[in-house]
C-alpha cells in the first residue's frame, strides 16, 4: 500500500529533523577535532603516549564524521524521491517499502529483504 500524505509529511519532517542533528553532530566533532592538536606545545615535550592517544581520536571522530556526512548523502537522496515521486518504492524490486520500516530508518532506499542481501 503507498504512502499517505500524512505518512509521506511525518516521514518528511523525521528527515529533516535527522539531518539538523547530524549536522549538529558533524559540527561537534570538527569543534572537538580542532581542539586536540592545539596543545600549545612545540611537540618535544609531549610523551609518545598522549601523542598516540590523540592520533587514535582523531581517527576516529573523522571515521564518526565521514559515517555522519554519508547518512546527510542518505537523507538528501531521501528528499530527491520525495520530489520525484520514488519515495518508499524499493529500488531494488520495485516494491512498496512499508512505513514501519521508513519509520524506523527514513531514507531507507529498500525493504529490509533486499537491504540485507
Not at 12 to 28: A, C, W
Not at 33 to 52: K, P, S
Not at 60 to 83: N, P, Q, S, T
Request: hydrophobic content about 30%; overall charge negative; charged content about 30%.
Amino acid at each position: 500500500m503507498p504512502l499517505t500524505s500524512d505518512q509521506t509529511e511525518a516521514l518528511t519532517k523525521q528527515l529533516r529533523s535527522e539531518r539538523v542533528r547530524i549536522l549538529s553532530n558533524i559540527e561537534g566533532l570538527r569543534d572537538e577535532f580542532g581542539d586536540f592538536g592545539d596543545t600549545g606545545e612545540n611537540g618535544l615535550e609531549t610523551h609518545i603516549g598522549d601523542q598516540g592517544t590523540v592520533t587514535f581520536l582523531r581517527e576516529r571522530d573523522l571515521g564518526l564524521e565521514e559515517h555522519e556526512e554519508h547518512l546527510v548523502e542518505e537523507i538528501d537522496a531521501a528528499f530527491e524521491r520525495i520530489k520525484a515521486g520514488t519515495y518508499g518504492t524499493c529500488e531494488t524490486s520495485g516494491d512498496e517499502i512499508p512505513f514501519e520500516r521508513l519509520e524506523a530508518c527514513p531514507w531507507a532506499r529498500t525493504t529490509i529483504e533486499h537491504a540485507t542481501a
